[in-house]
């Protein structure tokens, strides 16, 4: 096994509910796709009105600040105005990203979205969907990574310096298919900024546990999929899997979890290579330094770098290599990597991220372990509620709270147990 990951060793990132990186806008519910274990309800809702929009980012613009702007679904790209939303998120100073199946993009949208300020885009792209453009072949992540670079080259030939990112769900059976895309990222790492891995939760992971809505026990009205079979996942396991093709990665940074401190719920590795050749990550102190620096310059915390920085590695490991001693290892194997091609040394140096999200965790007592200073906060009539979870706001009202199964207790039980602590409180 790689080495156990070690929070003290890392940088915790300074994101907060009120200061952070990335706020998460629904533009509808609606999709063009039907992705196992989707917890969006596209029979409720629709298409939200600008003027909800407008109001959304409102309560953002007076609740939070931040970098970038995730818009999302459903799918945003059925949206009819998604033009307009895109301009209307540039016009009050957020960079639009958008997280997409990629299935409505076209040439000509996509030349529209850039006009209208677009930053980037996250496709989500994995073998959960169901896709059309999927041959029905494939049968591992590898298989789909002619669509991710499909989408990657529409950005790259239409200009204008658009950041491009990938989702990708991972469960136990997706696992050791992980490295597939890890590697085709890497020799794509010119149109290719970032992968996110992100570690797939459903209800019927967790049969211990029973579900309430303010005291009352309830049946949980999701259906469970073969996709979820298996070991719940965490961003150990992915790191170890991709220690396997590259020994030498090092995550820098993480968001921990609301009850678990030691977990890492959001955990950054940034490469440092040119194509397939890795010459190191950054470390914890070059990403405190970088978004320190960015917050006193521009007032916000870093989220998506711009692809223009993203290529000024080499410049950027000159620079922190008098400061910090992990990017002048990284400099000192660049300079020998390329001693006998000494012509490499005038080709670019490529910053690359890779993020694994550990999403909700259910600790031995019920507790969920939520991300502390979750980057996907949306907005629900006038409030903010974490994004994964706003299914049980519209469905109860509240979140559910979660309990250890105890067969013996009924209903009224549990009711009665709930009042009785309610008035010892009082």
């Known amino acids: 096994m790689s080495k156990k990951l070690n929070p003290k060793e890392l940088y915790r990132l300074p994101w907060s509910l009120t200061d952070n990186g990335i706020s998460w806008l629904e533009v509808t519910t609606k999709c063009n796709l039907h992705c196992k274990g989707c917890y969006r309800d596209q029979t409720k809702d629709g298409h939200k009105t600008l003027e909800k929009i407008q109001e959304d980012l409102d309560v953002f613009k007076a609740k939070r600040n931040s970098d970038c702007m995730s818009i999302a679904g459903g799918d945003p790209l059925v949206h009819p105005q998604i033009v307009e939303i895109v301009k209307m998120i540039k016009d009050m100073g957020w960079k639009p990203i ?37 041959p029905a072949s494939a049968k591992t992540e590898g298989d789909l990574n002619f669509i991710r670079e499909k989408y990657a080259r529409m950005l790259a030939n ?39 891995y992100i570690l797939y939760r459903e209800p019927g992971m967790c049969p211990q546990f029973d579900n309430f809505v303010n005291g009352k026990k309830i049946v949980m009205p999701y259906e469970n ?6 070991k ?45 050749k890795t010459y190191g990550f950054v470390s914890p102190k070059f990403q405190k330094i970088v978004q320190h ?38 400099l000192v194997n660049f300079l020998k990597s390329n001693i006998t091609t000494p012509w490499n040394l005038f080709r670019k140096v490529s910053f690359q991220g890779f993020m694994v999200i550990q999403p909700v965790d259910f600790l031995e007592d019920g507790r969920q372990n939520m991300c502390d200073g979750c980057p996907d906060m949306t907005v629900h009539n006038g409030k903010l509620y974490w994004s994964c979870r706003l299914e049980e706001i519209k469905e109860y009202g509240t979140f559910l709270t979660t309990y250890p199964r105890q067969s013996e207790k009924t209903d009224s039980d549990v009711i009665q147990t709930s009042e009785e602590e309610t008035q010892r409180a009082q």
């Open 98 to 134: 958008l997280n997409t199946n990629g299935i409505a993009l076209t040439h000509e949208l996509l030349e529209q979205l850039k006009e209208a300020g677009v930053f980037g885009f996250t496709f989500h792209v994995d073998l959960s969907q169901g896709r059309p453009d999927a």
């Open 158 to 196: 239409v200009g204008g310096n658009i950041a491009c990112s990938f989702n990708q769900t991972v469960t136990e059976k997706t696992l050791n298919q992980l490295p597939e895309v890890y590697e085709w990222a890497l020799r794509n790492v010119d149109i290719v900024h970032s992968i996110v």
């Open 225 to 230: 999929t073969d996709w979820g079979d298996g």
């Open 232 to 276: 719940i996942l965490k961003a150990q396991d992915a790191v170890d899997m991709i220690r396997t093709i590259e020994p030498t990665y090092e995550p820098s940074a993480y968001l921990n979890g609301t009850c678990d401190p030691d977990s890492m719920k959001w955990l950054l590795g940034v490469r440092v290579g040119q194509g397939d």
């Open 293 to 330: 620096v960015f917050h006193i310059v521009k007032g916000k915390w870093l989220s998506y770098a711009s692809p223009s920085v993203s290529v000024a590695g080499k410049i950027t490991m000159i620079l922190f290599s008098l400061v910090d001693k992990e990017m002048r290892k990284t």
